[in-house]
C-alpha cells in the first residue's frame, strides 16, 4: 500500500513538474520582458542634426544603440524617431527604428506610441519600458541593468537614476538638475536651482535622465495635464511627482556624458579616451 501511495506522489510531481514548464513557456510568462526605446529627433536648436553627428568613426546615435544591446536585462531595443534621414541611417547599419509622429512633445509619450504600435501589430507584451537618452553615446551598459533592478523593486512607478556630486559648482548650474531623495531613496523633489538659504553641503545627487516605466504607469502619466512646478522648472518629471506617483532613485557610480553643443563632442571623446 506505502509503495502505491509513493508511486502516486512520484506521478503527482512529474505532472506538476510538467505544469510548471509549460507556465514557464506561457505566454503569461513572457510578459515579464524589458523594452529600451532611444527617442531621436534631427531637430535641435543648439545642435541640429545630433543624433547623426560622427564620433570616433559612428554615428552618436548607432553608439547609443549597441551600447544598450550590451545590457543584459534589456529583451530588446528600438530607436523611435520622427526623421526619415535617422530612419535610413539606422537600416543601414542594421539597428531596429520604428516611425512615430512628429507631434510628440517628449520623449515619454513617443515611448507610449511604439509600445502601442508593437503590442498591436507584432502581439510584443512588455512589461517595462527603459526611456534612453540619444545624446550618451557611452553610457555603460551596467547603468541600465541598475536601473531595470530598481524598477522591478517593489512599490515602484518609475525608476531613474542619481549620481553622488562633489563639484559644488554645479548647485548653480541650472543645467545640471538635482534630486532631493529620502532615506528609502524615493525622489521627493527636483530642482535646477538651490535656493541660497539652505544649509551647506559636502555633496548632492544629479540627476540623470533615464526612466524606466512599468507600461501600465506609462499609461496613465501620459493622460495627466501638465502642473505649475513642471511648466515653471521646464522638468516633465514634476508632473508625476505633483501627481503622486512613486519614482525611486538608483545610485550609479557611472558618468553619464551627454551631447547638448558641438563643444560636448570633443568632451565625450576625452571621456571614451579615459575609460579604455
Known amino acids: 500500500m506505502k509503495t502505491k501511495i509513493k508511486r502516486i506522489q512520484f506521478i ?40 547623426l553627428v560622427d ?6 546615435l548607432q553608439r547609443v544603440y549597441e551600447q544598450c544591446l550590451k545590457a543584459k536585462c534589456l529583451d530588446d531595443v528600438i530607436i523611435a524617431t520622427d526623421d526619415i534621414q535617422i530612419f535610413n541611417h539606422i537600416h ?11 507631434h510628440h512633445i517628449n520623449g515619454t509619450s513617443r515611448c ?3 509600445l502601442i ?17 540619444g545624446d550618451e553615446p557611452f553610457i555603460h551598459p551596467e547603468q541600465i541593468n541598475e536601473l531595470i533592478a530598481v524598477l522591478k523593486s517593489n512599490e515602484v512607478d518609475v525608476a531613474t537614476q542619481v549620481k553622488k556630486e562633489t563639484n559644488l559648482a554645479l548647485l548653480s548650474n541650472s543645467n545640471c538638475v538635482k534630486a532631493i531623495l529620502d532615506e528609502q531613496f524615493y525622489v521627493s523633489d527636483f530642482c535646477r536651482y538651490v535656493p541660497k538659504n539652505e544649509p551647506k553641503v559636502d555633496y548632492f545627487y544629479k540627476h540623470i535622465g ?3 516605466f ?23 518629471q514634476m508632473r508625476w511627482l505633483d501627481n503622486h506617483f512613486k519614482i525611486k532613485a538608483g545610485i550609479t557610480a557611472f558618468e553619464s556624458i551627454s551631447i547638448d553643443t558641438p563643444n560636448d563632442v570633443e568632451k565625450a571623446i576625452l571621456h571614451y579616451n579615459q575609460l579604455t
Not at 543601414?92 to 512628429?102: E, H, I, P, Q, Y
Open 112 to 114: 507610449n506610441e511604439v
Open 92 to 102: 543601414d547599419f542594421g539597428g531596429k527604428v520604428m516611425m512615430t509622429s512628429s
Open 117 to 133: 504600435k508593437l503590442n498591436t501589430h507584432n502581439n510584443n507584451d512588455y512589461q517595462y519600458i527603459i526611456n534612453i537618452q
Open 55 to 60: 564620433i570616433l568613426g559612428k554615428s552618436m
Open 214 to 236: 512599468k507600461t501600465e504607469v506609462l499609461n496613465q502619466l501620459l493622460d495627466l495635464e501638465p502642473t505649475k512646478n513642471e511648466l515653471e522648472r521646464q522638468l516633465e
Open 210 to 212: 533615464i526612466y524606466g
Open 12 to 51: 503527482t510531481f512529474v505532472f506538476f513538474q510538467h505544469e510548471f514548464k509549460l507556465h514557464l513557456h506561457s505566454k503569461h510568462f513572457l510578459r515579464l520582458k524589458t523594452l529600451g526605446i532611444i527617442p531621436a529627433r534631427f531637430a535641435s536648436s543648439r545642435f541640429p542634426g545630433k543624433p
